[in-house]
Nanobody
Framework: QVRVVESGGGLVQPGGSLRLSCAAS????????MAWYRQAPGNQRELVAA???????VHSNSVKDRFTISRDNVTNTMYLQMNNLKPEDTAVYYC?????WGQGTQVTVSS
């Protein structure tokens, strides 16, 4: 069982930045997708960004040009750089590593 752990969440003012990290306990062979999701209270979990083994990236329209997904294959770590954060970005952010989910990290954007 691969263990996935997110970190980097917190409280930030509107317009601020945060970088989320997602670390996997072991490497996974083959092609697979890694992704960030988020879930705000009362809402369904939604895809924020995804990246393939080959490095192809996709970002949701709501975060495009503000968030950037990346990965480090050497350290088995994935990142989500979040800039120009808005109150509507407030949510629990989850990492999905192939089929494995992390426990989530809270991001709160408020003045």
């Amino acid at each position: 069982q691969v263990r996935v752990v997110e970190s980097g969440g917190g409280l930030v003012q509107p317009g601020g930045s945060l970088r989320l990290s997602c670390a996997a306990s072991e490497s996974i062979s083959g092609d697979y997708i890694m992704a960030w999701y988020r879930q705000a209270p009362g809402n369904q979990r939604e895809l924020v960004a995804a990246i393939t083994s080959g490095g192809t990236k996709v970002h949701s329209n709501s975060v495009k040009d503000r968030f950037t997904i990346s990965r480090d294959n050497v350290t088995n770590t994935m990142y989500l750089q979040m800039n120009n954060l808005k109150p509507e970005d407030t949510a629990v952010y989850y990492c999905k590593w192939h089929v494995y989910w992390g426990q989530g990290t809270q991001v709160t954007v408020s003045s």
